[in-house]
């Protein structure tokens, strides 16, 4: 007699089964659930920034804890948290220049750790650095982000040069997980405390994301009028919706992966 299929590993063969364009309706529908759920949920949706940077700090922390117990940075991607650290000290800068508030806190602590983690990884786990599959070009994103950021970037009455640093870093964010999941489709096996850290990325993103959607529906549209005119504001949405997108595929394997009981993450060939 067959054992019966527990309800989230039927779901999720259904899901894996349907074309392209299902899965991405369904996506589609899943973010739209959350964001409604959200803004009942959460009374005050600047909240979800907070939380969001919060849970980058605590997924920074996972890699801390994976670097002292286990003595090694295989499957980490130097790159990725080299432009993470880039964004970081930009993004510090402009808070402390154009807004300093409790932001500024978290972006300093999470820019703090991040060093931390980059010096691990260039010096005391050196051996165990792969960086044979760390091999994702970053002037690739770095340049066009800040090619971009030159045309099109906040029109507030701050200086120039830090409405297009604010304008980089807003970019910058929204790829900089590009070498990590590079590393992990060239591995094709992700180790739990890496895989905690990506996924902790994914809800990080997903937060700021609806953070920023539900702040605009709050405001009936006067949030984009304030953060200036032309293309800015519509890319700052984009931003936030890409990044969010660029994790949502591991996300679903990382969930899978997790009801499944399965430690190690195995991925299917095309995913990240």
């Known amino acids: 007699m067959r054992a019966p299929r527990r309800p989230i590993h039927t779901v999720s063969t259904w899901v894996r089964r349907q074309p392209p364009k299902v899965k991405a309706f369904l996506a589609v529908v899943s973010g739209m659930a959350a964001l409604v759920l959200l803004r009942f949920i959460v009374r005050d949706h600047d909240n979800l920034f907070v939380a969001a940077e919060a849970v980058h700090s605590a997924g920074i922390s996972v890699l801390i804890y994976k670097l002292m117990k286990e003595k090694t940075c295989a499957g980490l991607s130097l790159k990725s948290q080299e432009l993470t650290a ?7 800068y402009c808070s402390v220049v ?48 800040a090619l971009l950021a030159l045309f099109i970037h906040p029109s507030t009455s701050h200086h120039l040069l830090n409405r297009i640093s604010w304008a980089f870093c807003v970019y910058l964010e929204a790829v900089s997980v590009l070498p990590q999941l590079r590393v992990m489709q060239n591995t094709k096996i992700v180790e739990p405390f890496t895989a905690h850290y990506v996924f902790a990325l994914g809800v990080a993103r997903f937060l700021s994301c609806a953070h920023w959607v539900l702040q605009v529906l709050d405001t009936r549209g006067h949030l984009l009028v ?3 005119y032309g293309l800015w504001p519509s890319m700052v949405l984009i931003s936030e919706i890409v990044q969010t997108f660029i994790l949502a595929d591991f996300c679903y394997y990382y969930v899978k992966s997790v009801f499944g009981g399965q430690l190690v993450l195995r991925l299917p060939s095309g995913v990240v």
Do not use: Q
Request: aromatic residues 16%; charged residues 15%; glycine residues 2%.
């Open 86 to 92: 880039m964004f970081l000290a930009v993004r510090l």
């Open 226 to 228: 304030a953060l200036g």
């Open 98 to 145: 154009m807004e300093y508030d409790i932001h500024t806190l978290l972006d300093l602590a999470t820019l703090v750790t991040t060093l931390w983690v980059i010096y691990m990884i260039r010096f005391n786990l050196k051996s165990s650095y792969m960086e044979d599959k760390d091999n994702f070009a970053i002037y690739y994103v770095v340049a066009p982000c």
